[in-house]
């Protein structure tokens, strides 16, 4: 069986920067405080108008291949996890991202499953390599939610940044990589986080814009449950499936959706608070680029050594959650 491992990792942030400031200079009734005290959030990045999912998208996977030394020609497969791509119906992001890298003869698709898009993405790519069909896989994860939140709701718009994040997945050393993936879905929780209208079955209209049904709407203290409820349980399972305990765990990843989600389950889970990686402080919630963004930048410092045992959780709209368990290292098949 062929093991599989994140072989490079890269990240792009735009770089114009929202505060928690420039958010009560925009007139909306809030304060710097509550927001930093519910949701952990101190800044986060806007992409400027002429920036799309696919431009974030491009800067992240550069840095992924350069990291992992590989070319365009290295890659066999692209999956683009989205939910705001640059065009609504087709063509997808990931067809767009394909001509731009200089990608040939590869398939490319996008996923969506929201904030879990790149752990869907990860699964997914990992299982290519695994069965020996391709060599490497380019898995980036890209979202631009400034687009679709309502600016006056203070609710919601605090929450989101944007950003990209991408690995390389490539075969590496026996039991290093990915030792256990689980997937999660439940659809019955779908009305929690939505954007309403605007697909097929409420197609845009006047009044749909006037309503701002095209845009996300968010029962916020029902998703805090359903996060915490969902994906805790399974990090426990997975941990146990994997013939691990939490006491192997050296580095807990999870989705950066609020600081409060992390906090409990960092607790739940009797994590010290110095195995948890947060850097929601920065960003806000970048969706699916969430994950991948913070394990590039813990890539950049050093932080992990050969045969960490790095546990990434992702939770979000659908309802989606899933569990990846990595052994770090082995990176020199
Ligand atoms: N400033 C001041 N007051 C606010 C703000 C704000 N920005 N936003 C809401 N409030 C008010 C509410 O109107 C409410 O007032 P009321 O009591 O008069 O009705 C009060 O604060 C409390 O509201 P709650 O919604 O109960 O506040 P809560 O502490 O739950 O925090 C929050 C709200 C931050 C949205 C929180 O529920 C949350 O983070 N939920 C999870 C959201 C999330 O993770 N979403 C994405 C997950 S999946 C994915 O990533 C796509």
């Not at 114009?16 to 400031?21: F, G, I, L, M, R």
């Not at 948890?276 to 050594?305: C, D």
Request: charged share 25%; proline share 2%; glycine share 8%.
């Amino acid at each position: 069986m062929i093991s599989v491992g994140i072989t490079g990792t890269g990240k792009y942030l735009p770089e114009k920067v929202v505060t928690n400031e420039d958010i009560v200079n925009m007139g909306l009734d809030t304060s710097t405080e509550w927001i930093e005290e519910r949701t952990g959030i101190k800044e986060r990045r806007v992409a400027e108008e002429n920036i799309s999912s696919s431009d974030m998208a491009f800067e992240a996977a550069e840095d992924a291949l350069k990291d992992a030394g590989l070319d365009s020609e290295d890659i066999d497969l692209l999956i683009v996890s989205t939910t705001t791509p640059d065009y609504q119906v087709f063509p997808s992001t990931a067809c767009l991202l394909q001509d731009r890298l200089g990608l040939r003869n590869v398939g490319a698709f996008d996923l969506s499953a929201a904030c879990t898009g790149f752990s869907y993405a990860l699964t997914t790519g990992a299982q290519f390599v695994k069965s020996g069909d391709m060599k490497n896989v380019l898995v980036v994860s890209v979202d631009c939610l400034s687009r679709f939140v309502d600016w006056t709701d203070r609710s919601i718009c605090i929450l989101f940044g944007d950003g990209a994040g991408a690995v390389v997945l490539s075969e590496v050393d026996k039991d290093y990589g990915i030792l256990l993936s689980e997937l999660y879905s439940q659809g019955d929780a779908a009305d929690l986080l939505m954007v309403p209208a605007g697909g097929s079955r409420r197609m845009m209209s006047m009044d749909i814009l006037e309503q701002k049904e095209n845009l996300v709407r968010m029962d916020g203290r029902a998703v805090f449950k359903m996060a915490v409820n969902s994906f805790v349980p399974s990090v426990l399972n997975a941990v146990k499936k994997a013939g691990l305990s939490l006491d192997d765990i050296n580095y807990f990843v999870p989705h950066q959706a609020n600081l409060r989600i992390i906090d409990l389950a960092a607790q739940k889970l009797k994590l010290d608070k110095n195995k948890v990686l947060i850097n929601i402080q920065k960003y806000g919630n970048t969706s699916s680029a969430s994950i991948p963004i913070i394990m590039a930048e813990a890539k950049r410092e050093g932080l992990f050594k050969d045969g960490d045992i790095i546990v990434m959780a992702g939770f979000g709209a659908g309802f989606t959650w899933a569990v990846n368990i990595l052994r770090w290292g082995g990176i020199n098949v």
